[in-house]
């Protein structure tokens, strides 16, 4: 399972107050799992599967085609 | 004069006079002076102090700050003044006033606050998942941090407030799957 965190912070003005408290309010882990995909046929170099575009890419080199 | 505890006043006076000072003009023939505000039992006032501003202008600056509430009466004091060259061959003058500390406002303006805790979230590609932000929260010590905090009454200043940004720790703005929506505050 391929996973991801983006991280979310925050400014908060209160009605009154002496201070803007600021900080991470937060953090959103994605999750990502293969259960399957078609193949139209087989593969011969530089084989990869791209889940987040540019966060986690699968090295598929390994597989094989059937 | 009067202060209010937490806050600060100042007065300006002229330098006093001399026979020197009278024949001739100028004020410094006999050296600076010193001036200090005391009790009546010649004890320094810590809160007040007394500073040159320049040619024969000084300026009294009351600044009390209670740790309670201690300081907020009314005081009889004086101003004493001393020659600094001449301190043995003349003898200090007074001058009385009288100086009173007042209990300042409520000033919810100074209402401090923590942050909120973070918190985490699994969100699965594929699925839609809903994450309460936790809100900041106001301090424990906050209505005892100053004279004008502590003359508010307990919990009486406003707890709410809003979020005015929500942007990635990079500060770029979130992503088009992030969405943001306010329920209460």
Redesign the interface.
């Known amino acids: 399972m391929a996973s991801n965190d983006y991280v979310v912070k925050v400014v908060y003005t209160p009605t009154a107050g002496s201070n803007n408290p600021a900080y991470t309010a937060v953090t959103i882990t994605v999750t990502c799992e293969i259960t399957s995909f078609a193949l139209s046929g087989a593969g011969t170099t530089s084989i990869s599967y791209s889940t987040f575009g540019t966060t986690a890419v699968i090295d598929g080199s390994g597989l094989t085609f059937t | 004069m009067t202060v209010d505890d937490g806050s600060s006043v100042t007065q300006d006076i002229t330098d006093a006079s001399d026979s020197w000072y009278t024949s001739f003009g100028n004020p410094t023939f006999c050296g600076l002076r010193t001036f200090t505000v005391e009790d009546t039992s010649g004890n320094a006032i810590s809160w007040m102090s007394v500073a040159l501003v320049s040619g024969t202008t000084y300026r009294i600056t009351a600044a009390p700050t209670s740790t309670d509430t201690e300081l907020q009466a009314s005081y009889s004091l004086v101003l004493k003044v001393v020659s600094d060259d001449y301190s043995s061959d003349v003898s200090s003058i007074t001058v009385a006033f009288t100086a009173t500390v007042a209990t300042p406002a409520c000033n ?9 805790t ?8 594929g699925s839609t ?1 809903t ?1 309460t ?4 929260s ?1 301090s424990s010590g906050a209505y005892t941090s100053s004279p004008a905090m502590r003359a508010c009454s307990a919990n009486s ?13 990079d500060d770029s703005s ?2 088009t799957w ?1 969405t943001t929506a306010s329920s209460s505050t």
């Open positions: 919810c303006a100074l209402q401090a606050w923590d942050n909120g973070g918190v985490t979230s699994s969100a699965p590609v998942t994450v932000l936790a809100l900041p106001v200043c406003a707890t709410t407030g809003s979020f005015t940004s929500v942007v990635m720790t979130l992503p992030i």
